[in-house]
């Protein structure tokens, strides 16, 4: 008999749509009605709603208006229970909360043509996302994301995961949501950290991909830092759309390749965030992450000092604090055994990106860990300076 192998090959497209909004909730909006209407409107459609306590906190009429929602449209929108969760990392730091979802899915017999709704900041929405996505391998996913980071970041792509092994991200899938819906109403209440630190990756993008945008983040700097709406909705809008538009475009959407450029400022950054036993926000240890790679580009002769003032200087003013808590040279190699953490998570050979110039990207597959060193003294030597 002749054994040759079978071959097998098969693509599969993906379409969602990043939907925004105010009052998302209110009866007169009908825009998740229609999401849900247009997936299937000859029955009500299963809804498990996950809802960030922190949310909660800050919008105490939301529970009873989705309940209300639901009911007024009881033909389309059959909701079964609104799980409130403690939200922040601790969410994502054990598999608890996992239980507690994929207990939800199972009692409510949520199935492959129901929905959880995940509402709340990029962590909750990370572990939901996990969850959602290992039930029957697999429930549909309505991301409403509530912080300025998840905004423009990570709910908008394919991400899903929970820290495990003290380590950020380990468990996880690439499962695109349905759909997501930014209601700018939440931003309101964010408190000012949570305001600021999403900003982190809006830096991340412009200073990878587009000098413009760059250029515009430091133009409206203050005003962002004054939390004016219509900046941050623009800053919002564009990091969303160019983190979409690399999933879609850049040619590695499940990132199969050892490239990642939005990752830019990363490996320091959820390194940080483990040392500092996650005290620091994910934007916060980005805002870190970047101060310091930018440090390191000048260190080797990519940027300029001017470059390097300029960029230091515009994140500073947006409020975000650059010093990089590390008080001993333990700290500082353990901080550098995060650069091959970074290699073994993404796999293969080791990238890292750089940037040659603002707005233009330069990847490096060798970090000089002396040059790095004094990268990090550079940098909180120029902030010690100014304290
Ligand atoms: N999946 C991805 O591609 C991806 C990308 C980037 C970041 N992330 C993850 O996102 C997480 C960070 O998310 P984050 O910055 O949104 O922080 P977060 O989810 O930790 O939320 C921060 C705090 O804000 C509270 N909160 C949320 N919305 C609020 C609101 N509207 N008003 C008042 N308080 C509110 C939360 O309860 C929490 O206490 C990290 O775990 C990071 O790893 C994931
Ligand atoms: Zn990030």
Redesign the pocket.
């Known amino acids: 008999m002749d054994l040759r192998p079978i071959k097998q090959s098969f693509s599969v497209e993906y379409n969602y749509q990043l939907h925004f909004a105010k009052g998302l909730f209110k009866l007169d909006n009908l825009l998740f009605l229609n999401i849900i209407k247009d997936y299937k409107d000859y029955e009500a459609v299963k809804l498990l709603f996950v809802v960030?306590?922190?949310?909660v906190?800050?919008?105490p009429e939301l529970l009873s208006k989705i309940s209300e929602y639901c009911s007024v449209n009881k033909n389309y929108l059959a909701h079964t229970q609104s799980l409130v969760l403690d939200?922040?990392?601790q969410s994502?730091n054990s598999a608890e909360y996992v239980d507690i979802v994929l207990k939800g899915i199972n009692e409510n017999a949520i199935c492959r043509h129901s929905f959880v709704v995940a509402i709340?900041?990029?962590?909750?929405?990370?572990m939901v996302?996990y969850a959602a996505a290992i039930a029957h391998r697999g429930v549909k996913l309505i991301r409403i994301?509530?912080?300025v980071?998840?905004q423009n970041?990570?709910?908008v792509?394919v991400?899903?995961?929970i820290n495990f092994f003290k380590k950020?991200?380990f468990l996880g899938t690439f499962a695109p949501p349905f759909a997501i819906i930014n209601d700018s109403d939440?931003?309101k209440?964010?408190?000012q950290r949570?305001w600021i630190?999403?900003i982190a990756?809006a830096i991340k993008v412009a200073l990878i991909k587009d000098k413009h945008f760059f250029t515009y983040i430091s133009d409206n700097a203050l005003a962002l830092r004054n939390r004016e709406h219509e900046p941050m909705q623009y800053v919002i809008y564009k990091c969303a759309e160019m983190h979409m538009h690399h999933i879609s475009q850049g040619g590695d959407p499940f990132e199969s390749g050892s490239s990642r450029p939005l990752d830019f400022g990363h490996w320091a950054a959820h390194k940080l965030e483990y040392m500092t036993n996650y005290q620091l926000?994910?934007?916060e240890a980005v805002a870190k992450g970047i101060a310091l790679d930018v440090t390191y580009a000048h260190q080797v002769g990519l940027i300029s000092e001017s470059d390097l003032d300029y960029i230091l200087s515009v994140m500073t003013t947006i409020g975000f604090d650059l010093m990089l808590p590390l008080n001993s040279d333990v700290e500082i190699n353990n901080l550098l055994a995060g650069i091959e953490e970074f290699r073994e998570h993404l796999g293969g050979e080791l990238t890292i990106t750089l940037i040659s110039d603002i707005g233009t990207k330069h990847d490096v597959h060798e970090i000089d860990l002396g040059l790095m060193t004094q990268a990090i003294e550079k940098l909180n030597h120029h902030f010690a300076l100014k304290q």
Request: without cysteine; glycine residues 24%.
């Open positions: 960030d306590k922190g949310v906190g800050h919008h939200g922040g990392e994502k709340g900041g990029g962590a909750i929405i990370d996302g994301p509530t912080t980071l998840s970041d990570s709910a792509g991400k899903n995961s950020k991200n939440f931003l209440t964010l408190e949570d630190s999403g990756e926000r994910h934007g």
